[in-house]
C-alpha cells in the first residue's frame, strides 16, 4: 500500500484539488464571513446598557432590580476591551467512513458536541442515529467553533464518504 505521502496520492489530491475550484462554487454564507467585530462591541454594550433586555436567571438570589430602585445612590461603569478572536488552532478536520451500503458511518473528529455530531451524520446520510458511531477525539482548543452551529466540516466529510464509497479525511 503506498504511504501517505507516496508521490501518487500526492497528485492524485492536487488534482481532485483543481477539479474542486473549477466545478464547486464557494460562498460565504456563514456569520463569521459578515461579522464586524466593532460592530458587534457596539452591539454588546448596548445590549448590556438595556435594563428591559431578556435575561436568563441561571442563579438568582433576592430582588436586585427592586434593591437598585431603592437605592440611595448608583455607580455606572462601562469597560471595554479589544475583540479577541477565539479560533482554534488546528483545522477543523473529520475522517468520515460510510458503509458502502450506506447504512452506517463511523466518523472520527473533535467536536464540543457530540450528540449533534451523530444527530448531524444521521441526517446528512437519513439514517437511524444508533447506525452512527462517534470517535470523539481530543482537540486543541475549539473556542466555540467546534460547537453544534458548526458541523458542515463533519458533513462535508460524510457526504464525500458517501459518495466515493471510502473513508474520507477532510481538512
Not at 108 to 136: M, N
Request: contains cysteine; proline residues 3%.
Amino acid at each position: 500500500m503506498a504511504s501517505a505521502l507516496s508521490p501518487t496520492r500526492r497528485w492524485a489530491a492536487f488534482t481532485a484539488r483543481r477539479t474542486i475550484e473549477r466545478d464547486v462554487v464557494w460562498t460565504r454564507d456563514g456569520k463569521a464571513w459578515s461579522f464586524d467585530s466593532e460592530q458587534g462591541l457596539q452591539n454588546f454594550a448596548a445590549s448590556a446598557r438595556d435594563p428591559n433586555a431578556k435575561a436568563t436567571d441561571w442563579f438568582k438570589l433576592g430582588d436586585v432590580r427592586g434593591e437598585i430602585a431603592k437605592a440611595a445612590s448608583t455607580v455606572e461603569a462601562e469597560y471595554l476591551c479589544d475583540y479577541a478572536y477565539h479560533a482554534q488552532m488546528e483545522p477543523l478536520n473529520t475522517v468520515a467512513a460510510v458503509a458502502a451500503s450506506g447504512d452506517a458511518a463511523e466518523v472520527w473528529c473533535g467536536t464540543q458536541s457530540q450528540t449533534i455530531a451523530l444527530e448531524a451524520t444521521a441526517d446528512a446520510l437519513k439514517l437511524d442515529r444508533s447506525k452512527v458511531k462517534l470517535h470523539d477525539m481530543l482537540l486543541g482548543g475549539g473556542f466555540g467553533r467546534r460547537g453544534p452551529r458548526d458541523m458542515d466540516y463533519l458533513v462535508d466529510a460524510v457526504l464525500l464518504s458517501k459518495a466515493v464509497a471510502k473513508p474520507v479525511k477532510s481538512m
